[in-house]
């Protein structure tokens, strides 16, 4: 039982460059989140999918667009990265969305050049 | 603005001793909170959950809620080094998105 994973685990992007957070849960859970952390901000949710087939902005959606590609999967683009954009991702899941606990994946450290 | 709010830190409590973390929240129909701890470098851990008032044991951590003052709080008995992490505190404001809003997190640092 792997939990929540998270690809890749490190990135380095030139600006204007693209691609893909991936992100997977085994825990047969219905929501999952996106999340960056960057120093002095705490933990900011760019997008969420509270359950299979919806998804919703979060507090800081600009640049990013997300998939819920089928229960287990929740993948985060970059279409256009940009150096603000240079942070550290976690993926979360929650049995269901709202009054539950949520876990987290290892996290991606991505930078923009 | 929904707000959930502690004090940064660094707090340093010496081994063994009791270390106690605060959090306020702005919300008074708030319904459920959490505890997460995150090493440096790490993801959160959840390690508490708590949605009633009154106190939650859960081995050597103690979460304590209460509704009227806004507040919850985290006690860590008998703290070890292997304490020493970011806690950071998660609450549900109870509000029709229902997403969980977390405070930037205290640093406790357990003193050997």
């Known amino acids: 039982n792997a939990g929540v994973t998270q690809t890749p685990k490190f990135q380095v992007l030139k600006t204007g460059q693209s691609m893909t957070l991936q992100c997977a849960q085994d825990m047969n859970h219905n929501s999952m989140y996106w999340y960056r952390q960057d120093p002095g901000m705490g933990l900011r949710l760019i997008y969420y999918s509270a359950s299979e087939g919806t998804t919703d902005k979060g507090e800081v959606p600009n640049g990013y667009n997300v998939s819920r590609l089928n229960k287990r999967e929740f993948s985060l683009r970059l279409e256009s990265a940009a150096p603000s954009q240079t942070s550290v991702y976690f993926c979360?899941?929650?049995?269901?969305?709202?009054?539950?606990?949520?876990?987290f994946g290892p996290g991606t450290r991505l930078t923009v050049l | 603005q929904k707000e959930v709010e502690q004090n940064s830190g660094p707090l340093s409590v010496p081994e063994g001793a009791i270390a106690s973390l605060n959090c306020t929240y702005s919300d008074r129909v708030s319904q459920s909170f959490f505890w997460y701890r995150q090493y440096s470098g790490k993801s959160p851990e959840l390690i508490m959950s708590?949605?009633?008032?009154g106190d939650k044991e859960d081995g050597r951590f103690t979460a304590q809620l209460n509704k009227a003052s806004q507040y919850v709080s985290l006690l860590i008995r008998d703290s070890q080094p292997s304490d020493s992490a970011t806690y950071l505190c998660a609450v549900n404001p109870g509000n029709r998105d229902d997403k969980i809003i977390f405070g930037k997190g205290t640093r406790l640092h357990i003193l050997p």
């Open positions: 708590i949605y009633s008032n």
């Open positions: 979360a899941s929650s049995e269901v969305h709202g009054n539950n606990e949520q876990f």
